[in-house]
């Protein structure tokens, strides 16, 4: 079945405690994208990806790493999470324009 | 960049009513429009697109038109049922060159 996961689906941390989040995606997609979605803000990227080892910026990358070694795989790491990173995070991918969202991450940082 | 606008952002109809989102996006080389439903606890999932070479297209009970000149796009809900309440969301995005940029999104409610 073709599919995005993460994991995991829920996390409660502390803050500067660091953490990743993984993403995969078994349709051989060359794009990949990470996004948080908060109450009124809608989905905002973070750190989006064109192909293997190929980063860039979204609109809100303050606080987060990414990494694309492998064309199924796009982790967002936290290094040092803080309270405003609790958020819900949805990983995507996409080989033309229509996007393939994941489950979901709801993350609460304490 | 591209910068896209979405009202409202609330919006209850009576079931059996008709339901209008409406964008306005900034980049007038934008040339995909793709609309998102995200059902409460799910992840957003595609129920519509349209490109910038026609100007309306429709899929049973929903139907999307672009107007490029005004650069706004609206999606259209007839009939409305109670399955149809969720977030949805549009984007734009130059065609394989560029993230999609979303909307805000719009929680729509169906009374029954």
């Known amino acids: 079945e073709a599919q995005v996961t993460q994991n995991p689906r829920y996390l409660i941390t502390v803050t500067g405690k660091k953490l990743t989040v993984t993403c995969s995606q078994n349709?051989?997609?060359?794009?990949m994208s990470w996004y948080r979605q908060d109450p009124g803000l809608g989905l905002r990227q973070i750190y989006y990806?064109?192909?293997?080892?190929?980063?860039d910026k979204g609109d809100v990358p303050e606080g987060y790493k990414v990494s694309r070694k492998e064309k199924r795989n796009f982790p967002l790491i936290l290094e040092s999470p803080s309270p405003n990173q609790t958020s819900l995070y949805f990983c995507?991918?996409?080989?033309?324009?229509?996007?393939?969202f994941g489950p979901g991450t709801r993350l609460t940082v304490t | 960049g591209e910068n896209v606008e979405q009202h409202p952002s609330t919006l209850s109809v009576q079931e059996g009513d008709s339901a209008v989102i409406k964008c306005t996006y900034s980049?007038?080389?934008?040339?995909?429009f793709p609309w998102y439903k995200q059902e409460l606890g799910k992840r957003p999932q595609l129920i519509i697109d349209?490109?910038?070479?026609?100007g309306e297209k429709k899929d049973q009970r929903i139907a999307v038109t672009l107007n490029k000149t005004a650069k706004h796009f609206s999606l259209h809900i007839t009939e409305t049922q109670p399955e149809d309440s969720a977030v949805y969301f549009c984007?734009?995005?130059?065609?394989?060159?560029?993230?999609?940029?979303f909307g805000k999104g719009t929680r729509l409610s169906v009374i029954a």
């Open positions: 995507a991918s996409s080989r033309g324009n229509e996007q393939y």
């Open positions: 349709m051989n997609h060359e794009y």
């Open positions: 990806s064109m192909n293997v080892e190929v980063t």
């Open positions: 980049d007038s080389a934008s040339n995909y």
């Open positions: 349209i490109r910038s070479n026609v």
């Open positions: 984007a734009a995005v130059v065609s394989g060159n560029t993230p999609l940029v």
